[in-house]
Every structure is written in structure tokens, then in C-alpha cells.
């Protein structure tokens, strides 16, 4: 089952063509890895899965419903997070502060023991990207790994179906980057992942396929064996 379909998703800006007709399926459940060089149009095209940018032409389908001309916010609620979107940590506040303005805009009903339900909310988040110790700190203080941990714990209290993380591992050290695969790896169980990264390292491990962009196209798609051992991308990323 297909969670999301692009179809021939272009964004235009001038005469320039960011994105061009691009078109992909991504199925539930998985972890799909887009690549691709500085300016290949990978942050264009999840900007408008995420409804940050509106496309100029083309269709945006996420569980058979047409989004394409849905508000950001409005797919929130459907499911779809875009690390992005909530990577604004407020510095002054806390970490559990931090989390629960993300949970309390996913709760905006009323329930019985709201206060209890976010704060159920939060020490799960916190729990599962390994902050919980750390709720009292202040987002400011945080090294920068942990200060994109929290970012991800800010999404996941949004109760994500496809979350999608934007260069998650820059600036992360080596011992950093293998927690955060871990920690994907934990999400994919409940969620599907859109990642883009430039740490093919970290590609080749985590997705299940990976779509390779270049100059607004998709120039490659397929299995991490396959994309590894395709000539374009051997050239690209192995010099060779």
C-alpha cells in the first residue's frame, strides 16, 4: 500500500525549474532516502509534500486523499510531519516545555485528563530518542546533537504517519549518528520515513529504497545495492 504518490510535481521559480516533473510512490511502512547533490531540488520537493511550498504543477496524494492544495497545518493533522515545522525549539524553555507545545497543538480537543495525556505524551517522545533524563534542561544549553534529538522528540509528540527529517545527522558526531539509526530504526516500526541526507553511509544503511535527484529530476531509484552499484551515483559519491 502506497502512503504517499507525487505526480509529476514541478515548482518553478522564474525560469527556473527547482523541481521538474517529478513523480514517486512511497509505500507504508518504509524508509525511503532521497539524495542527491547541493541544489537537486530535494528540500523543494518535501517542502511541498509538507505543504511549506505549493507546487506549480502536479498532484500530492497521501493515504488516496488529494492534498496538493492542503495547508501545512492541515497535513499535520493528517500525519505528516516535516522536522522542519517544528525545529523552531524555543531556547528559554525547557525540554519538556519544548515537547509539550508540540503535543498540546496534536491534542487541541478536549479530553479527559488533558494535562495527564500530554504529559503522557512527552516523556514518551523524550523516552524514545534517549531524553528523558534531560527534561528539565533548557533547550539552549543542549549540545547540538542532543538539540536535534529534541527536534525529532518535538515531531514524534505530533503522532507522525510519514515523518519526514531534513539532513537529521549534520553536525552529529560518529557515536551520535549510530544512535540516531537506532532511533529511525524504532520509528519505522509505527511510522513511515522520508529522509534526505548526505551521509550515503548512513543511506545505505537505514533505507529500505532510496531515490537519487539531480537538477530537479529523479535521475535514479531503487534498492540500496542497486543505487550503490548505479554508474551515475558511483560517480557522484565514490568518484568512480
Not at 487541541?108 to 524514545?128: D, P
Request: aromatic share 4%; net charge neutral.
Amino acid at each position: 500500500m502506497n502512503i504517499l504518490e507525487v505526480h509529476g510535481l514541478s515548482r518553478h521559480y522564474g525560469g527556473l525549474a527547482a523541481v521538474d516533473g517529478v513523480s514517486l510512490e512511497v509505500q507504508k511502512g518504509e524508509v525511503r532516502a532521497i539524495i542527491g547533490p547541493n541544489g537537486a531540488g530535494k528540500t523543494t520537493l518535501v517542502g511541498m509534500i509538507s505543504g511549506r511550498i505549493m507546487p506549480s504543477s502536479g498532484r500530492i496524494s497521501f493515504k488516496n486523499e488529494d492534498i496538493t492544495n492542503a495547508k501545512s497545518w492541515t497535513r499535520v493533522m493528517l500525519g505528516i510531519v516535516y522536522t522542519f515545522q517544528v525545529t523552531s525549539i524555543y531556547r528559554n524553555l525547557t525540554c519538556y516545555e519544548n515537547v509539550a507545545l508540540a503535543a498540546q497543538r496534536r491534542q487541541r480537543s478536549v479530553v479527559i485528563s488533558r494535562e495527564k495525556a500530554i504529559s503522557a505524551t512527552v516523556f514518551e517522545a523524550l523516552n524514545r530518542v534517549g531524553m528523558a533524563d534531560c527534561f528539565q534542561k533548557l533547550a539552549g544549553v543542549l549540545p547540538h546533537g542532543h538539540q536535534r534529538l529534541l527536534e525529532v522528540a518535538m515531531a514524534l509528540a505530533l503522532v507522525p504517519e510519514l515523518l519526514i527529517l531534513d539532513e537529521p545527522t549534520q553536525g552529529l558526531a560518529p557515536s551520535e549518528i549510530t544512535a540516531f539509526c537506532d532511533l529511525v530504526r524504532d520509528v519505522s516500526e509505527r511510522a513511515t520515513v522520508l529522509i534526505i541526507e548526505h551521509n550515503l553511509k548512513v543511506v545505505l544503511e537505514l533505507a529500505d529504497r532510496i531515490t537519487v535527484m539531480d537538477r530537479g529530476s529523479i535521475l535514479a531509484e531503487g534498492s540500496p545495492k542497486e543505487i550503490e552499484q548505479h554508474p551515475a551515483v558511483r560517480r557522484a559519491y565514490l568518484g568512480h
